[in-house]
């Protein structure tokens, strides 16, 4: 299996604030990457796929890049809605696997 | 608009076989590049990807799950079944259903409710 880890596992940010997500993969998987958002209680939300492509209807204040090992997710401007739990997950290979989650929360 | 429901029990006691039903509806599941997959996520703890089945019909599991599980398909009825067998505490969880898409591999574009699932005695 390839492993996904995400950091931090969880941050304090403050809305209007630029924060940072950052996923790594145990072996190099191209651009087979994706992203979600998950709120409390609720199932997640796609962001982006393959690395770097806003989902439809996503804000664009949410980027994704990256590639081979090392990727992140940026949110340009926290806005209060953002405050959620965000998985990445790899599609290179047929054993999908996500990210143990990185939880943002209001400081 | 696609929409994707989980339906099953809600309590089980260890040893026993779980059955999800996924029901869903605005694509089709002979759509080339299309799947629907299964993940779960504990009480707290983040999400595990546990089954997909493709448009063609072929199946991946989970390689630490893949001896109890399995999942099939009824194009005719728009659902997707999973069994997982020999049920345990530890597999206490919301289950979940997603519609898959390819592209760059198969991720997650629609999600449905998910369903508790909880397992005591």
């Known amino acids: 299996d390839i492993q996904m880890t995400q950091s931090p596992s969880s941050l304090s940010a403050s809305v209007g604030d630029r924060v940072t997500i950052t996923c790594r993969a145990s072996?190099?998987?191209?651009?087979?990457l994706n992203w979600y958002q998950q709120k409390p209680g609720k199932a997640p939300n796609l962001l982006i796929y393959?690395?770097?492509n806003l989902h439809s209807g996503v804000p664009s204040r949410f980027s994704g890049s990256g590639s081979g090992t090392d990727f992140t997710l940026t949110i340009s401007s926290l806005q209060p809605e953002d405050f959620a739990t965000y998985y990445c997950?790899?599609?290179?290979?047929?054993?999908?696997?996500f990210g143990g989650g990185t939880k943002v929360a209001i400081k | 608009q696609i929409t994707l429901k989980e339906s099953g029990p809600t309590l089980m006691k260890p040893t026993q076989t779980l059955t999800l039903t996924c029901t869903f509806s605005?694509?089709?599941?002979?759509?080339?590049?299309?799947?629907v997959g299964w993940i779960r996520q504990p009480p707290g703890k983040a999400l595990e990807w546990l089954a997909l089945?493709?448009?063609?019909?072929?199946?991946r599991y989970s390689p630490s799950l893949k001896s109890r599980l399995t999942i099939t398909k009824d194009t005719s009825k728009n659902q997707v079944v999973l069994t997982m067998t020999n049920m345990d505490p530890v597999d206490t969880a919301t289950y979940y259903c997603?519609?898959?898409?390819?592209?760059?591999?198969?991720?997650?574009?629609?999600w449905g409710q998910g369903t508790l699932v909880t397992v005591s005695s």
């Open positions: 997950q790899q599609s290179f290979t047929t054993s999908l696997t």
């Open positions: 089945i493709y448009w063609d019909g072929d199946k």
């Open positions: 072996q190099s998987i191209n651009s087979y």
């Open positions: 605005g694509f089709s599941l002979t759509t080339n590049r299309v799947g």
């Open positions: 997603a519609h898959a898409r390819s592209w760059y591999g198969y991720y997650f574009d629609d």
């Open positions: 393959a690395a770097s």
